[in-house]
């Protein structure tokens, strides 16, 4: 048996929840301090140390104070606990019943939850009875809370109030009740362009290249900057592949307010789990979207693609990288270099063959302009439409005026400061030249405020004169629809290969072996997302194969 | 797509309509089997496609890709 303890060094022990700050001034820290201070005055004990853990849930026991708290006991700095009640000490009834049935007999401790009468050196008492009882319901409290607590948070996403500490990047959090997101113009402009880049199969890393060589602010910086405040944790202030790929996976940015994508185990295990998509409280048509449904369904299409678009050394995605399989052993075909030169990229082959050699696949090279060629030669037999200039004129003009009527209305905000300024130098020079005349200014000052109002004036009598000359450009509306019309046409018949134009069309393609024999034909699969437009009312589709035509 | 072999590709399309043509680059002959899995009109794919990048590149919307 352990020996009775005669002279305590106590440990006082407090703790104050959030939920219990509602409760009001009789749990608050200093209320419990004055409690407790005053019982250890009238026992004749004496103080050893307080431990506090402030706005800490009492489900868990990963606190800083109580932690602190067991291992001075546990090294024998204290020989007595106390507390206020026992929910104090922790509200999950397995851990607290082992540390007062098991771990505090096991080192000689008292513990006292004082308002609860629990002694554990006065076994006999009524609280030391109920004690199991009353751990019971401070837990049921804490679930109780916790479930209340998630009914309001969910009822909340419904209902599309935006809880979040900062809105994501390209929106503010909107001043109303719900906190509508309202579109930061600055960052907004930057999603729109990392959506853009995506959608003309640009891979992440290259548009977290572009961005970085751009000097664009990371999200992180440019909320700090907006604070005016240094980024608190440590980072590189690059872009970076995972924060591109967040950004392109968020539906804020098509005006649909996501909530509840995360939860925890239980309201005593606070570790973070993602939920399944299908279980997100989404709030469509929310807010003001940045980008439109039509991009954020080219970006998801081209997520699903089959390509991740693999990058050469020189930083280039071929049109059909990553498209491409070995039909024999339906492994992805590799970008392939040149004997000499293995940087540059001249074709693909094989994947398997490229990783593990000839004994287990074939090479199955083929040459990236060959390749090309053929598709696109097969793409441009398909191509049938015609076009009408007029419509296509007219939408070209509509789409630029609206730009320009956007632009210019900044534009003309900026010039109305401009000249306001102007008029305003215009006063002080006039006036700082009668001072001088008059004698009320010394004439080295006046010679240094006239020099430096007419370098300002200069300065933005220039840009106004820009401003002006953009202004007009931008009202040649004329001028370039032509170009328009030739740059439409020569697109829209597949005059090169491009990476946008491969991801559009095709889903795939599988290569057959290089026959030995240059006069032996080689099969070329392509498997496009494309209805059989030709052969729509024919009955059967492989008739078409007889009559093949030879370009 | 993603996560499929090319093995289950083929097996999902297989009866879909298939066209066969014959090209020649550099000299070679290429037997190129068209299947038409999906159900978009490549005129209005390739008319969209080369709106957008006329549009673009007139009006300065998006920067030039050396990737498209």
Excluded at chain 1, 44 to 65: A, K
Excluded at chain 1, 73 to 100: E, P
Aim: aromatic content about 8%.
């Amino acid at each position: 048996m352990l020996p009775k303890q005669t002279e305590y060094k106590v440990g006082m022990y407090m703790r104050l929840s959030k939920d219990d700050e509602r409760s009001g001034e009789s749990l608050s820290i200093e209320n419990q301090r004055k409690i407790l201070t005053e019982y250890i005055t009238q026992q004749g004990w004496t103080l050893y140390d307080e431990y506090v853990d402030d706005g800490i849930s009492g489900t868990t026991f990963d606190r800083p104070g109580v932690q602190r708290l067991l291992d001075d006991a546990k090294t024998g700095r204290i020989n007595l606990i106390l507390c206020k009640d026992l929910s104090r000490f922790g509200r999950n009834y397995i851990q607290v019943g082992q540390y007062t049935d098991y771990i505090f007999p096991m080192y000689n401790i008292r513990f006292i939850a004082l308002t609860d009468n629990v002694d554990t050196a006065n076994s006999a008492s009524s609280g030391m009875d109920m004690m199991p009882i009353m751990n019971v319901f401070n837990e049921w409290h804490s679930a109780n809370t916790s479930k209340k607590i998630r009914a309001v948070v969910e009822s909340g996403a419904k209902s599309g109030k935006y809880r979040t500490t900062f809105a994501s990047y390209g929106y503010f959090k909107g001043d109303d009740e719900k906190r509508t997101p309202v579109i930061d113009p600055v960052a907004a402009a930057v999603v729109r362009r990392i959506f853009e880049m995506r959608a003309a199969g640009y891979n992440m890393k290259r548009i977290a290249q572009v961005l970085n060589d751009e000097g664009i602010l990371t999200p992180d910086d440019y909320r700090y900057s907006l604070l005016n405040k240094e980024t608190p944790h440590y980072s590189l202030h690059l872009w970076s592949v995972e924060t591109i790929k967040r950004l392109l996976r968020n539906q804020i940015y098509i005006g649909n307010l996501a909530q509840l994508r995360t939860t925890t185990v239980s309201y005593k295990n606070h570790k973070v789990i993602r939920k399944e998509e299908d279980e997100w409280v989404v709030v469509e048509n929310n807010h003001e979207p940045i980008i439109s449904r039509e991009l954020w369904d080219k970006v998801r299409e081209i997520e699903a693609s089959v390509s991740t678009g693999k990058m050469t050394k020189q930083g280039i995605t071929l049109p059909l990288t990553g498209l491409c399989y070995c039909a024999d052993c339906g492994s992805k075909f590799k970008q392939a270099g040149s004997a000499k030169r293995k940087s540059t990229v001249t074709g693909y082959s094989c994947g398997q063959y490229a990783r593990f050699g000839k004994k287990y696949c074939s090479s199955h090279f083929i040459t990236a302009h060959a390749l090309q060629d053929i598709v696109l030669a097969d793409i441009k037999r398909q191509i049938d439409f015609v076009m009408n200039d007029d419509k296509a004129r007219e939408k070209y003009l509509a789409r630029k005026q609206g730009l320009y009527a956007e632009q210019h209305s900044g534009d003309k905000k900026k010039l109305r400061d401009i000249n306001k300024r102007i008029a305003e130098l215009d006063r002080l020079i006039a006036s700082v030249y009668e001072d001088k005349v008059t004698g009320k200014m010394p004439e080295d000052m006046a010679f240094t405020l006239l020099d430096k109002y007419q370098t300002e004036k200069k300065s933005l009598q220039s840009e106004s004169d820009e401003m002006q000359k953009h202004t007009d450009m931008a009202k040649q509306d004329e001028a370039d629809v032509d170009e328009y019309i030739r740059r439409l046409k020569s697109y829209a018949g597949a005059e090169e290969l491009t990476r946008q134009m491969a991801l559009d069309l095709i889903e795939y393609i599988t290569i057959d072996e290089n026959p030995r024999k240059k006069a032996i034909p080689r099969d070329i699969h392509i498997y496009y997302k494309l209805i059989d437009k030709p052969l729509k009312n024919k009955n059967n589709a492989l008739a078409e194969q007889a009559g093949a035509i030879k370009k | 797509m993603k996560n499929r072999t090319m093995q289950e590709m083929n097996e999902q399309y297989k009866d879909c309509p298939v066209q066969v043509n014959t090209y020649e680059v550099d000299g070679r002959t290429y037997i190129v089997h068209s299947h038409f899995i999906g159900e978009r009109d490549i005129n209005d794919v390739m008319f969209q496609y080369a709106e957008n990048k006329a549009m673009s590149e007139m009006l300065g919307l998006v920067p030039k890709a050396v990737t498209a």
